[in-house]
C-alpha cells in the first residue's frame, strides 16, 4: 500500500503481481487513481492509511511502522513466479512505451466510468487467463487526496500563468523604461 501511495504521489503507474497454488494475479492501477490498490482492498486499519497517505509517503525516511503481513505459503512454483514476472514487466513495458491499448481508449467499463486499472488472472494448468476492470471505491481517502491535489495544482498552475503575464508586462514596462533612460542620457552626453 506504501508503493501504491508513493505511485500515486508521482503519478506513474502502478503494477503488483503474485502467485498462489497454480494461479498468478498481476495488478495494473493507473497513474491517477481511481481505482487504487486501496480501492480494491479491505481490512487495513484507519490509523495506517492515515500515514500513508500519498501527500506523506515522501517525508518518511523508513516505513517500519506498517505491520507485517500475516501471507499464507504461496505453494507455488518457479515456472509460475517467473511467468507472473514476466507479465509484470510486459505490463510495465506497455505503460513506458505508452501502448494505447492500456492508456486511452480506456477499456474497462466500471459502472458508468471507464477505468485503466484492471487485474488479470492467468491458470498455469489450463492456460486460461481473464481480465477484469478494477472497482472504484467512492469513499477511497488515497483516490480523494489524489483528486484534491490534482485540483490545488491546477488551480495553482492557473495562478502562476496569470502571475506569469502580469510579471511579463511589468518587465516589459520596465525595459521601456529603460530604454527611454538610456536614451535621455544619450542626449544629456551631447
Ligand atoms: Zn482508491
Same mark, same amino acid.
Given at each position: 500500500?506504501?508503493?501504491?501511495?508513493?505511485?500515486?504521489?508521482?503519478?506513474?503507474?502502478?503494477?503488483?503481481?503474485?502467485?498462489?497454488?497454480?494461479?498468478?494475479?498481476?495488478?495494473?492501477?493507473?497513474? &491517477? $487513481?481511481?481505482?487504487?490498490?486501496?480501492?480494491?482492498?479491505?481490512?487495513?486499519?484507519?490509523?495506517?492509511?492515515?500515514?500513508?497517505?500519498?501527500? %506523506?509517503?515522501?517525508?518518511?525516511?523508513?516505513?517500519?511502522?506498517?505491520?507485517?503481513?500475516? &501471507?499464507?505459503?504461496?505453494?507455488?512454483?518457479?515456472?509460475?513466479?517467473?511467468?507472473?514476472? &514476466?507479465?509484470?514487466?510486459?505490463?510495465?513495458?506497455?505503460?513506458?512505451?505508452?501502448?494505447?491499448?492500456?492508456?486511452?481508449?480506456?477499456?474497462?467499463?466500471?459502472?458508468?466510468?471507464? #477505468?485503466?486499472?484492471?487485474?488479470?488472472?492467468?491458470?498455469?494448468?489450463?492456460?486460461?487467463? #481473464?481480465?477484469?476492470?478494477?472497482?472504484?471505491?467512492?469513499?477511497?481517502?488515497?483516490?480523494?487526496?489524489?483528486?484534491?491535489?490534482?485540483?490545488?495544482?491546477?488551480?495553482?498552475?492557473? %495562478?502562476?500563468?496569470?502571475?506569469?503575464?502580469?510579471?511579463? $508586462?511589468?518587465?516589459?514596462? &520596465?525595459?521601456? %523604461?529603460?530604454?527611454?533612460?538610456?536614451?535621455?542620457?544619450?542626449?544629456?552626453?551631447?
Amino acid at each position: 500500500m506504501a508503493v501504491q501511495s508513493l505511485c500515486l504521489n508521482l503519478k506513474i503507474p502502478f503494477i503488483m503481481g503474485g502467485t498462489f497454488a497454480a494461479s498468478s494475479s498481476v495488478d495494473s492501477f493507473s497513474g &491517477n $487513481g481511481k481505482p487504487c490498490f486501496l480501492c480494491v482492498t479491505d481490512g487495513i486499519k484507519k490509523e495506517i492509511i492515515e500515514k500513508l497517505m500519498p501527500e %506523506k509517503i515522501k517525508g518518511y525516511e523508513n516505513i517500519d511502522f506498517i505491520p507485517k503481513d500475516n &501471507n499464507p505459503v504461496g505453494q507455488s512454483n518457479v515456472f509460475l513466479c517467473s511467468t507472473c514476472s &514476466n507479465f509484470m514487466t510486459s505490463m510495465f513495458i506497455n505503460h513506458v512505451f505508452k501502448d494505447p491499448s492500456i492508456e486511452a481508449p480506456k477499456r474497462y467499463l466500471w459502472e458508468d466510468t471507464f #477505468v485503466d486499472s484492471f487485474r488479470v488472472l492467468f491458470y498455469v494448468n489450463s492456460f486460461e487467463s #481473464v481480465t477484469f476492470p478494477a472497482e472504484i471505491n467512492p469513499n477511497c481517502p488515497f483516490c480523494k487526496s489524489f483528486e484534491e491535489e490534482k485540483e490545488e495544482q491546477e488551480a495553482k498552475e492557473e %495562478k502562476g500563468e496569470k502571475e506569469g503575464n502580469e510579471e511579463k $508586462g511589468e518587465k516589459e514596462g &520596465n525595459e521601456e %523604461k529603460g530604454e527611454k533612460e538610456a536614451k535621455e542620457e544619450k542626449e544629456e552626453r551631447m
